[in-house]
């Protein structure tokens, strides 16, 4: 008896071990993973995920939001989706704002290229995941571009209208795989000769991984969450009456878009949404900033008539 008793204790301890030792390999395992992930994305885009507590002030929410609500919608696809999208407002450019002086602090090796201002009301579908073809399409790397998105209204909570991005590695890489089919797809606006290929899409797999994995900060008016629209990303419901909403259904951003100083563009991408009639006044800017002659000639070219399907 004494003898099985010992035999006993010796298991137990044996299978405590091994309890203690499967217990530190998973979470070394985890630990790496994480490590992983964090080096992969930095690699990439280091401040995608970030949040900035109050970027812009009550005061310059306040003027911004005069100046966005006295201004008409665009002729843009995001008109399709909300009642209200301005592409191109430019309000960062007024000095009285002080934006772009906030901007510079935050990301000193950055400038704003362009901005964006959108309401979203439970009418509004506003997009699945997605990639952001239009904004950085024009890219040499479109990975460089970063998001600053700005809720102007509190967006604290399910209903308001919050933004979820990812951040595990294989939702960046399927992301990378959905912006080259997309580049592909504007090239060939452009050069015809270029062979076509299936248009992307994702099986329901993914859809489900994407949306189990995201990441959906709450943000009070001014706050900013930024990201790399190179990445996928979604706008979340408006319901009535969430607390935040402006007269209890609707949803105000300002989103702008930052680039490297340095950073490089594509002659033929641009030329690609100019066809397309996508984000003109950025791609207009840049056409006369660094390729002119290239504008020239595409001048009277008649607006392209792809489907959106193809991007």
């Known amino acids: 008896y004494i003898q099985k008793k010992k035999i006993l204790t010796t298991i137990e301890a044996s299978s405590t071990k091994v309890v203690w030792m499967l217990l530190l390999f998973l979470i070394f395992v985890t630990m790496k993973s994480m490590c992983s992930v964090e080096i992969y994305k930095n690699a990439i885009q280091p401040h ?14 306040r003027k911004l939001w005069s100046k966005l609500d ?3 919608s665009s002729d843009t696809w995001y008109a399709d989706i909300y009642k209200k999208a301005i592409y191109g407002p430019m309000v960062f450019r007024d000095m009285s704002l002080d934006i772009s002086a906030t901007v510079e602090k935050e990301f000193s090796g950055y400038r704003i290229l362009a901005d964006l201002y959108l309401e979203k009301t439970p009418e509004d579908q506003g997009f699945p995941f997605h990639t952001d073809f239009d ?3 024009f890219m040499e790397r479109p990975e460089e571009m970063i ?13 308001s209208g919050q933004l979820s991005i990812v951040h595990e590695e294989g939702a960046i890489r399927l992301s990378l795989i959905r912006v080259a089919n997309q580049l592909h797809s504007l090239t060939r606006v452009v050069d015809q000769s270029v062979p076509g290929h299936v248009p992307f899409q994702m099986t329901q797999q993914e859809q489900i991984y994407l949306e189990h994995t995201r990441f959906t900060p709450s943000l009070q008016a001014g706050d900013a969450l930024v990201f790399c629209n190179a990445f996928f990303h979604k706008s979340e419901p408006v319901i009535p009456g969430t607390p935040g909403l402006i007269d209890g259904n609707k949803r105000a951003t300002y989103i ?9 563009f594509s002659k033929t991408r641009l030329l690609g949404l100019k066809s397309l009639g996508q984000n003109l006044n950025i791609v207009n800017e840049l056409l006369d900033q660094y390729y002119p002659e290239a504008k020239e000639g595409a001048a009277e070219t008649e607006k392209n008539n792809t489907p959106r399907s193809e991007f």
Request: net charge positive; proline share 10%; with cysteine.
């Open 48 to 61: 995608h995920g970030k949040v900035l507590r109050n970027l812009l002030s009550e005061e310059t929410r």
């Open 70 to 72: 006295a201004m008409p």
């Open 135 to 137: 904004s950085n399409g």
């Open 147 to 159: 998001t600053v998105w700005v809720p102007l209204t509190p967006v604290m909570e399910k209903g």
């Open 256 to 264: 702008m878009r930052l680039v490297p100083k340095d950073c490089k």
